[in-house]
T-cell receptor, first 118, second 113 residues
Framework: AQTVTQSQPEMSVQEAETVTLSCTYDTSESDYYLFWYKQPPSRQMILVIRQEAYKQQNATENRFSVNFQKAAKSFSLKISDSQLGDAAMYFCAYRSARYGGATNKLIFGTGTLLAVQP | DVKVTQSSRYLVKRTGEKVFLECVQDMDHENMFWYRQDPGLGLRLIYFSYDVKMKEKGDIPEGYSVSREKKERFSLILESASTNQTSMYLC????????????FGDGTRLSIL
């Protein structure tokens, strides 16, 4: 069974600095998707970034980028030029690329709570 | 903007009650999801629906059922609420081609006394 591990329950970063959130996963599959979701305090969870396992190029979305290391099964999120609005719980998630109902369910990590210090 | 609306932000019920959590989305999404979020456990899928009247069990369906009579509405039902069902419940939706949740509701914090 696939698992997703976020080993940092909490992290802190100074405004304008860069922070990296760690995520590792375990799978025997070769084709899958990885995601980072952001859940701000008392606000809706949103999808931040997505990576297809077959792509070697790391995904980027503005100030958010990932470091995808397939062999190491590592998928870290880098936030550049941190802003106060980046303070949130961040969840890493995995999904198989095979099609078939609940087999495509997202497997979430336990989350990393990011604080941004002014 | 897609909106996923959960009927209650906070709900307090008693053990043994039948509890209904309602979720409505306004973008004609085929897929809808119910998750439970607990500290230290992340999000766990309770049920998934890929069309009207179609549903699949997730990781933790025990003690829950769902109803999807209309495309825009996905209800989560606690048949006989128990204290271990005290949690944050999140509804989400996505288009057919996107099997992961794209849009989430604000969540319902449910307390069972």
């Amino acid at each position: 069974a696939q698992t997703v591990t976020q080993s940092q329950p909490e992290m802190s970063v100074q405004e304008a600095e860069t922070v990296t959130l760690s995520c590792t996963y375990d799978t025997s599959e070769s084709d899958y998707y990885l995601f980072w979701y952001k859940q701000p305090p008392s606000r809706q969870m949103i999808l931040v970034i997505r990576q297809e396992a077959y792509k070697q190029q790391n995904a980027t979305e503005n100030r958010f980028s990932v470091n995808f290391q397939k062999a190491a099964k590592s998928f870290s999120l880098k936030i550049s030029d941190s802003q106060l609005g980046d303070a949130a719980m961040y969840f890493c998630a995995y999904r198989s690329a095979r099609y078939g109902g609940a087999t495509n369910k997202l497997i979430f990590g336990t989350g990393t709570l990011l604080a941004v210090q002014p | 903007d897609v909106k996923v609306t959960q009927s209650s932000r906070y709900l307090v019920k008693r053990t043994g009650e039948k509890v209904f959590l309602e979720c409505v989305q306004d973008m004609d999404h085929e897929n809808m999801f119910w998750y439970r979020q607990d500290p230290g456990l992340g999000l766990r899928l309770i049920y998934f629906s890929y069309d009207v009247k179609m549903k699949e069990k997730g990781d933790i369906p025990e003690g829950y059922s769902v109803s999807r009579e209309k495309k825009e509405r996905f209800s989560l039902i606690l048949e006989s609420a128990s204290t271990n069902q005290t949690s944050m419940y999140l509804c989400a939706s996505s288009l057919t081609g996107s099997l992961q949740p794209q849009h989430f509701g604000d969540g319902t914090r449910l307390s069972i006394l």
